[in-house]
């Protein structure tokens, strides 16, 4: 079946220090893929999100672009902030079905 | 902005009691979710529910559990009889029914904590 694999956590960064946050799949044919964020007593939010190979979505400093070749959809930074502190996850969902399938979610802490 | 709202943010029941979580969805949202993470474990799919029924669901959304709108604006998952390994943080979600950049965007509520005691 569908999965995603996340880089396992937790990171912890200073400010303004370069984010990279792994992330694979495995699916059959061509998902959709995101990247949600959960900020201390929130719920998870879109961060932003792919439909296509070489699609590059990207939303507050943050990018990931979707490689077929690699199954993989890594999530980046240029410069991180204290407010970015969270729990970011990647997930996917196949054409035809109402499922989001989550990686297991990877918790960032930004020190100033 | 709109949000999905959920009620309460913590459960604390008994093994073998009735549980029923309760989800207030964005207002012209039309397709529900509810998912849930075990501590420790991955966020998980339980079931999506569209036009008053269940669209696809999860080999663990079984007889113990069921979903309702009863009444066009709350969306609540109910579990007839709890058991310990139900404790997990269940989440709530919707989206609209557009296609295009909207398509597949589904929008979470902040969770309820289920405790099985």
């Known amino acids: 079946g569908n999965s995603v694999t996340q880089m396992e956590g937790p990171v912890t960064l200073s400010e303004e220090a370069f984010l990279t946050i792994n992330c694979t799949y495995t699916a059959t044919g061509y998902p959709s893929l995101f990247w949600y964020v959960q900020y201390p007593g929130e719920g998870l939010q879109l961060l932003l999100k792919?439909?296509?190979?070489?699609d590059k979505g990207s939303n507050k400093g943050f990018e990931a672009t979707y490689r077929k070749e690699t199954t993989s959809f890594h999530l980046e930074k240029g410069s991180v902030q204290v407010s970015d502190s969270a729990v970011y996850f990647c997930?996917?969902?196949?054409?035809?079905?109402?499922?989001?399938?989550f990686g297991k979610g990877t918790k960032l802490t930004v020190n100033p | 902005e709109p949000e999905v709202t959920q009620t309460p943010s913590h459960q604390v029941t008994q093994m073998g009691q009735e549980v029923i979580l309760r989800c207030v969805p964005i207002?012209?949202?039309?397709?529900f979710y509810w998912y849930r993470q075990i501590l420790g474990q991955k966020v998980e799919f339980l079931v999506s529910f569209y036009n008053n029924e269940i669209s696809e669901k999860s080999e663990i959304f079984d007889d113990q559990f069921s979903v309702e709108r009863p009444d066009g604006s709350n969306f609540t998952l109910k579990i007839r009889s709890t058991k310990l390994e139900d404790s997990a943080m269940y989440f709530c979600?919707?989206?609209?029914?557009?296609?295009?950049?909207?398509?597949?965007?589904?929008?979470f509520g902040a969770g309820t904590r289920l405790s099985v005691l």
């Open positions: 997930a996917l969902i196949q054409g035809g079905s109402e499922k989001l399938v």
């Open positions: 792919a439909t296509k190979a070489d």
């Open positions: 979600a919707s989206r609209t029914l557009g296609g295009g950049l909207a398509k597949n965007i589904q929008y």
């Open positions: 207002s012209n949202h039309l397709y």
